[in-house]
T-cell receptor, first 110, second 117 residues
Framework: EDQVTQSPEALRLQEGESSSLNCSYT??????LFWYRQDPGKGPEFLFT?????EEKEKERLKATLTKKESFLHITAPKPEDSATYLC???????????WGAGTKLIIKP | NAGVTQTPKFRVLKTGQSMTLLCAQD?????MYWYRQDPGMGLRLIHY???????AKGEVPDGYNVSRLKKQNFLLGLESAAPSQTSVYFC????????????????FGPGTRLTVL
């Protein structure tokens, strides 16, 4: 069964303390892995798409990487405004549907 | 551009009542989706549409119906609401696949918080 698991469920960091969020997946025929950010009371907002193992993408303090089994979202020197829930989703085979993880809630304390 | 909009933002229903959630997008996207989001769970796809006049079932379609009469609108209906349908509902849209194996990201609306008593 296709599955996406995110860890940890929640992560509390001090401002400036770098860390990584994990998204592990078991799917047949990965077509793309997506990272989204979701603020409380809002819809998810697209961050990155990764298509193949070894690929990396960066945006400000965020960097996403992809291997054959997992993806990491690295956050460098985070600021309080980076606090949000980060969602990972996978598209596999010819399916239009995304398989979503439950998310990691990131809290950055000033 | 407003992007993806949803109405209403909040709604409280009694068990057995019906309602329709409206989603509109102004990006000329072909694909549209309805999701529900529950605490501790990933987004789950209810129904989706790959073009005007077409709809398909997602992961959790039971108790819901959809229609896509116009390209920019995607309606989600609950014919007889149940407490298990208490959730936050998100609509999303995306452009067509860019090429073989390459998918466009989905753009989400702000959500509708539905409570069924």
């Amino acid at each position: 069964e296709d599955q996406v698991t995110q860890s940890p469920e929640a992560l509390r960091l001090q401002e400036g303390e770098s860390s990584s969020l994990n998204c592990s997946y078991t799917v047949s025929g990965l077509r793309g892995l997506f990272w989204y950010r979701q603020d409380p009371g809002k819809g998810p907002e697209f961050l990155f798409t990764l298509y193949s193992a070894g690929e990396e993408k960066e945006k400000e303090r965020l960097k996403a990487t992809l291997t054959k089994k997992e993806s990491f979202l690295h956050i460098t020197a985070p600021k309080p405004e980076d606090s949000a829930t980060y969602l990972c989703a996978v598209q596999a085979g010819s399916n239009y549907q995304l398989i979503w993880g439950a998310g990691t809630k990131l809290i950055i304390k000033p | 551009n407003a992007g993806v909009t949803q109405t209403p933002k909040f709604r409280v229903l009694k068990t057995g009542q019906s309602m329709t959630l409206l989603c509109a997008q102004d990006m000329n996207h072909e694909y549209m989706y309805w999701y529900r989001q529950d605490p501790g769970m990933g987004l789950r796809l209810i129904h989706y549409s790959v073009g005007e006049g077409t709809t398909a079932k997602g992961e959790v379609p039971d108790g819901y119906n959809v229609s896509r009469l116009k390209k920019q609108n995607f309606l989600l209906g609950l014919e007889s609401a149940a407490p298990s349908q208490t959730s936050v509902y998100f609509c999303a849209s995306s452009g067509p696949r860019l090429g073989q194996g390459t998918y466009n990201e989905q753009f989400f609306g702000p959500g509708t918080r539905l409570t069924v008593l």
